[in-house]
Nanobody, 124 residues
Framework: VQLQASGGGLVQAGGSLRLSCVVS????????MAWFRQAPGKEREFVAA????????YYANSVNDRFTISRDNAKNTVYLQMNSLKPDDTAVYYC??????????????????WGQGTQVTVSS
């Protein structure tokens, strides 16, 4: 399984970006897909996740009401729409796939495939 993340960039505070993660496997519809982020000197932290088969979502408190995770099953793609961006959102963003769980995990451990990361930089 390969995950290809894209869409990062430099944006001013208050701006928006949309990240995409394309999954190579057709069994994508059975996965839990998530976005994590890691800022320099910090641990990787959970951002949002979606259970692809039924669309159930979960968000970290820090991004709730600003970020939206969604999926397009026909394109094997998960998106992260990020609005009202803040400098604290600056990090490398990673998409991840959990092939076996039905519950949404908020820690990296259960996710067995990871994308390469895409840099998001928010200037003040």
């Amino acid at each position: 399984v390969q995950l290809q993340a894209s869409g990062g960039g430099l944006v001013q505070a208050g701006g928006s970006l949309r990240l995409s993660c394309v999954v190579s496997k057709r069994t994508f519809s059975t996965y839990v897909m998530a976005w994590f982020r890691q800022a320099p000197g910090k641990e990787r932290e959970f951002v949002a996740a979606i259970r692809v088969n039924d669309g159930i979502t979960y968000y970290a408190n820090s991004v709730n009401d600003r970020f939206t995770i969604s999926r397009d099953n026909a394109k094997n793609t998960v998106y992260l729409q990020m609005n009202s961006l803040k400098p604290d959102d600056t990090a490398v963003y990673y998409c991840a796939a959990d092939r076996y769980s039905t519950r949404i995990a908020q820690v990296p451990g259960p996710y067995d495939y990871w994308g390469q990361g895409t840099q998001v930089t928010v200037s003040s």
